[in-house]
Nanobody
Framework: VQLQASGGGLVQPGGSLRLSCVAS????????MGWFRQAPGKQRELVAA???????NAADSVKGRFTISRNNAKNTVYLQMNSLKPEDTAVYYC??????????????WGEGTLVTVSS
């Protein structure tokens, strides 16, 4: 299984970006999928994710600005980021918990895409 993320880049404060992540390979079922980020000198943190039940979790710092969505048919998750702030600067990682068989899920990470918010 591979997770391929795209959509990062440089944006001015107040701007928007949309990240995409596609899961490919041997996928029996996706149990959860979302985004984490890691800023320089900080620990990796949850940004937003779909739970196995289909609900969403999001960090307080992004609520009202970021929206997570998905296309199940395409095994793709999106992160629409609006009103970006310099403190959103980080490497954003796609994450998924995937059943490659019917038995036990495995955790997968994408390589990360850099988001830089700066004027």
């Amino acid at each position: 299984v591979q997770l391929q993320a795209s959509g990062g880049g440089l944006v001015q404060p107040g701007g928007s970006l949309r990240l995409s992540c596609v899961a490919s390979g041997r996928i029996f079922r996706i149990n959860g999928m979302g985004w984490f980020r890691q800023a320089p000198g900080k620990q990796r943190e949850l940004v937003a994710a779909f739970t196995p039940a289909g609900s969403t979790n999001a960090a307080d710092s992004v609520k009202g600005r970021f929206t997570i969505s998905r296309n199940n048919a395409k095994n793709t998750v999106y992160l629409q980021m609006n009103s970006l702030k310099p403190e959103d600067t980080a490497v954003y990682y796609c994450y998924a918990r995937i059943f490659t068989t019917e038995y036990s899920p495995l955790d997968f990470w994408g390589e990360g895409t850099l988001v830089t918010v700066s004027s």
